[in-house]
């Protein structure tokens, strides 16, 4: 496999940044390729605008994700985005790795996801969900966070399921853009544990990592239950996997 | 009331912008005074970083919330991110005037939320959901997105309901911090209606913020259904309004 991992922690001697170090040394030992985008040693810029096409099909009035297909087509998109898509289209396993700030992506990784999950490339028309334009290849978040399993553990918990606090980014996003989806490896608690339960921390997210072929995707809409205004037409087949988050 | 508006869109003549310009007048005539932030135009960074705080807990370390909460103590922190503290800290409402990119806020507003609501200040401890630091002044999220209503229907809908997928903002983020969350305003299906559609939908946005107080708010866990390990202590109360999203 081609692994592509999106690294964004603002302290490069984090546990994140270990889990990062700990997936490229399990990947490459299995005889996988890994490309890391460390995005703020990049120093990545996360803002989406018209200075972001070298040319434009209305330069009077920028619609985003118009200007990204037309510039796309023309070549004209900022070098930073277009290496960005580069690796991301060459990779079979794409891995965000981050610290959850606000039940979400840093805004610096949220910039990438805005600027290189380009228009007519990664989606676009009804080229979505499984008909999405990453569609073959698998992604996975993996994330550090202060809180506790228990907080997440079903939608009686105080924060509600985790996977429903995460549908922007697997189901809105990643999910969309085509990407079969892998459950998210989620590291609790970790400003508060002592070393010895970090270490253990690593160890299973190394297991984790070496099984990762194995794992069962998430189950999102197929295009297939909607009709093409995409109203649903009937029951979601709930035999293809676990029902969608 | 004092209103704060939180705008980020990279086009200045957008009609996300109208919406914008629209909530100052309106407010402005109903005799409310009006703060706006205009993140594209103020060039706001987006990038929480240890050069946000003027004085370090820890300077070989970086906690970013634990730094937010020193540098704050210390009157240290980043002058960009205390001007907007300051602004949030004066609003009786606020909202997050903006275009959906990927299902969420974009980036550089991403960044508002990762910076300005600070830890110790804005939330900390136990204080979150209805003990949060900004307990007592409301909140809203107004956007303009691609899509159409009934692909955000409910959760047979393509993308399933609309306040799942916001689940992030309105809950982990808005209401976590002690905000009173209001229903959204969703300008849907935007780039492809005509002018006439436009015109009527920012006289349905200007009623909207015409009633605004007397619009219910959506319904969050109150901390006094979890105990101090924030277990569910029962059945949620549902008598307190709508259930939780």
């Known amino acids: ?125 009804l080229r979505f969900y499984d008909k999405g334009g990453l569609a073959g290849k698998k992604a996975m978040l993996s994330f550090t966070l202060g809180a506790q399993p228990h907080m997440f553990a079903d939608e009686a918990a105080i924060h509600g399921e985790l996977n429903l606090m995460l549908r922007h980014l697997q189901r809105g996003t990643l999910a969309y853009a085509g990407l079969r989806v892998l459950p998210p490896f989620a590291a609790y608690h970790v400003p508060y544990i002592d070393h010895d339960a970090r270490t253990a921390m690593l160890a299973d997210y190394r297991e984790h990592l070496v099984n990762i072929e194995n794992v069962q995707p998430l189950r999102f809409p197929k295009m297939a239950e909607f009709d093409r205004q995409l109203n649903p037409l009937g029951q979601p087949d709930k035999a293809g996997g676990q029902i969608s988050v």
């Not at 810029?45 to 096409?53: E, H, L, M, Q, T």
């Not at 037309?70 to 960005?84: C, K, P, R, V, Y």
Request: hydrophobic share 50%; with cysteine.
């Open 1 to 125: 496999m081609n692994v592509f991992i999106i690294h964004a922690h603002p302290e490069p001697h984090s546990f994140c940044t270990a889990m990062k170090d700990l997936a490229v040394t399990t990947f490459e030992a299995a005889g996988h390729t890994v490309q890391v985008s460390d995005l703020y040693a990049m120093n990545w810029n996360p803002v989406a605008s018209a200075a972001d096409f070298g040319a434009r099909s209305n330069p009077d009035y920028l619609v985003y994700a118009l200007e990204q297909r037309h510039a796309h087509g023309q070549g004209a998109l900022a070098a930073d985005i277009s290496a960005e898509l580069e690796k991301l289209l060459a990779a079979d396993l794409v891995i965000f790795n981050f610290p959850i700030f606000w039940c979400s992506v840093p805004a610096i990784l949220k910039g990438w996801i805005d600027r290189v999950l380009v228009s007519g490339v990664c989606y676009g028309g």
